[in-house]
Structure formats: structure tokens, C-alpha cells
């Protein structure tokens, strides 16, 4: 079946312009993860998703950032006023959430984010 | 919290060897699943293999394998017969099974290239 996808694949904007990126898991699976990587911080875990709800915010890095998830399906990570350092790789994946592999979380190709 | 460690930035080997990727982790938990992705020049993530904690049996996926040492908090991967294609970032990555908590911890990863 269909991955994990996420649009657009590349994205530049100038500082200060807001962003969204989106994300569509592989169907069925319940749980959704944003993450980014970038050079400097390496992977890291952004937010969360059971269903429609975001149980762990934890790693949103400032009130600039916020996600959402409609229809326990589609989820968007919206950046406001751009700063350079958000320029980095976000990545979004899905687990299924129950049975033995629920903790199996399967990724999309990323949205490379460029702030100029 | 938990910490990832990987210990070898980079390692070359020639094709049809064997190699083997070091990830150490720390923990004061008990009941965990530990992950190898494999991140190739194409950016996409995707997912080697995967061990229960709780399994003492080592687990193995075709070429993959792993040695799972778990007084040790180690979780080595190793690669028979290596191909061109297992030339990727490998990425070793902790999950602690917690409602609301479901995050992967990741490693700063291993650059490993197989040499024709």
C-alpha cells in the first residue's frame, strides 16, 4: 500500500513569512510524529498524535510552531514568522498505534524547509 | 531521560563483507523497543529492524541482524554480505512505551559506505 506522504518536498521562504507542511500517514495507521533534522540538533522530535489529539508537545521548540490533525488522518505543522534557524529537514511518520507492531513508526521523505 | 549514543560517525567497508554498527543507550526503564532505520542519500527513512526489550532472543531481518545486550545497554547491528545499497546514514533509535509518550530518541548516526 501507499507510504507515508508529506508536500510540498522543498520548500524556501523568506524570514518572517509563515509556512505549513503537510502530512498524509499510511491508512489505518492512528499514531502520527512530526520530527525534524537538521545539521546542528540531529534528529528531533517535534509532536505527537493519537487519533486527533497530541498527548506529547514536547518537542515543539516555540509557541511559533503548531500542528494539527483532522479526521484522524491529515495533519499539518504550521510555522509562523520564519526564522533561519528553522531551515531543516521535517519529517513525518506513522505507526499503527495497536497489535505487535504498533510501535513501528514508518516515515515519509521529508519536507526540506530553506529560510532565506 | 533517555540518551542514544553511536559512537562511530563513519565506517567503510568493502562489499560482500561484514560490518558492524555500534548504539549504545541509557535508560532506567525496563520495557522498551529499540530500532535501526537506514536513512540513504534519498533522505528517506526507513525502518532495518526492530527488538522488544523484553525478548532475549536476538532479532534478525534477511542480512540484518542484532546483538542485544540488555545489562550491557547495547544494540549492535550487524550487516552479512554487505551490498551497494546498504550505503546509507544508520541511524540506531530508543522508544519508551508510555500512553502520551511514544517518541523515538535517536542517535547522531553512522555513515557507512560499501565499497565496490
Known amino acids: 500500500g501507499a507510504g507515508v506522504s508529506q508536500s510540498p518536498s522543498n520548500k524556501v521562504t523568506e524570514k518572517g513569512k509563515d509556512v505549513e507542511l503537510r502530512c498524509d500517514p499510511i491508512?489505518?495507521?492512528?499514531?502520527l510524529y512530526w520530527y525534524r533534522q537538521s545539521l546542528g540538533q540531529g534528529l528531533e522530535f517535534l509532536i505527537y498524535?493519537?487519533?486527533?489529539?497530541?498527548?506529547?508537545k514536547s518537542g515543539l521548540p516555540s509557541d511559533r510552531f503548531s500542528a494539527e490533525r483532522t479526521g484522524g488522518s491529515v495533519s499539518t505543522l504550521t510555522i509562523q514568522r520564519t526564522q533561519q534557524e528553522d531551515s531543516a529537514v521535517y519529517l513525518c511518520?506513522?505507526?499503527?498505534?495497536?497489535?505487535?507492531?504498533?510501535?513501528?513508526?514508518?516515515f515519509g521523505p521529508g519536507t526540506r524547509l530553506t529560510v532565506t | 531521560a533517555q540518551t542514544v549514543t553511536q559512537s562511530q560517525p563513519e565506517m567503510s567497508v568493502q562489499e560482500a563483507e561484514t560490518v558492524t554498527l555500534s548504539c549504545t543507550y541509557d535508560?532506567?526503564?525496563?520495557?522498551?523497543?529499540l530500532f535501526w532505520y537506514k536513512q540513504p542519500p534519498s533522505r528517506q527513512m526507513i525502518l532495518v529492524i526492530r527488538?522488544?526489550?523484553?525478548?532475549?532472543q536476538n532479532a534478525t531481518e534477511n542480512r540484518f541482524s542484532v546483538n542485544f545486550q540488555k545489562a550491557a545497554k547495547s544494540f549492535s547491528l550487524k550487516i552479512s554480505d554487505s551490498q551497494l545499497g546498504d550505503t546509507a546514514m544508520y541511524f540506531c533509535?530508543?522508544?519508551?512505551?508510555?500512553?502520551?509518550?511514544?517518541?523515538?530518541?535517536f542517535g547522531t548516526g553512522t555513515r557507512l559506505t560499501i565499497i565496490p
Open positions: 533509535a530508543f522508544l519508551y512505551h508510555n500512553f502520551g509518550n511514544e517518541k523515538l530518541t
Open positions: 535508560t532506567s526503564e525496563s520495557n522498551y523497543y
Open positions: 491508512s489505518g495507521h492512528t499514531a
Open positions: 527488538q522488544e526489550a523484553y525478548k532475549q
Open positions: 511518520a506513522s505507526s499503527l498505534g495497536v497489535g505487535t507492531a504498533a510501535y513501528e513508526q514508518y
Open positions: 498524535f493519537q487519533g486527533n489529539s497530541a498527548p506529547d
